[in-house]
């Protein structure tokens, strides 16, 4: 049974996004959330709006905003030309965790890259989020990669 | 000092492309590189080229083509809605390894990131492959992050 209901983010979710992106920093960050009409924000949405392999999802629960993730669809050449998914920036208000509505969410989205004939969904976590490591096993991902950021 | 020289890759290096996908890779794979024009490579062409946010390149030396990369530029909320760059599929033919082309090819890969505005570079390498994360920690990448990968 889903208990989440899934919309397209609008610029009245920023500062809702922004929080949680800043609440659940495991690094500094430069965000801003008591200013989600920052130009750059707004520059970003439209740029993810403008983008129909981008989707930047607000997950509601009992009509409220609960979560939030980015989806990629990112065309290639290996596995015969199969797109794969990319999730980013997965977060949960910090109220509504350990319901399992996490655990729905990522599950959703792999049925939204299965739709979009996706081969493979794929994402990182920082190595200091243990728990995190631990969901995405469980919902069936494997930790075969190392992954590599460099800032510019 | 530049030795390299970088195209948009074309219909016709698919036979490169796909060769070194399968000379490469640390699993089994379903690609044929006897079928460079299948429906699905050609698909997954032509997706690339029609989104101004992917760059599939060749990497040409001496006037031949020794490497390839693809990139994603890929829009997001957080650090005030930078954009980070996503770099995929990093071959160099086997023939031309150990002369410092990779590296050369993934500096002027975080140029192409700068150039276009992106706050980060990003790329997973399989766990199996040792040799390429020192390659990335000695062009400064942190191994930071876990990568996990779901196939559908």
Redesign the interface.
Known sequence: MSRLSYRDATAAD?GF??GL?VDDNVAP????PDQPD????????A??DA?P??R?VIAEYDGQPVGTL?L?F??????????RC?I??VHIVPTRRNLGLGGELIRWA?DQ??DRG??????????KRLDA?RF??R??????????????
Do not use: M, W
């Open positions: 920023l996004i922004v992106i960050t430069a965000d801003r920052h130009p750059g924000y707004l520059a970003a949405l740029a993810i983008d392999n981008q930047l980015q990629s990112i065309p290639g050449i290996a596995r015969l030309g199969q797109f990319i980013e920036a792999i890259a299965r996706c081969g493979l969904v794929q994402l990182t976590s920082n190595k490591h995405y096993e919902l069936g991902f494997a930790k075969s990669h190392e992954g590599f950021k460099l800032a510019l």
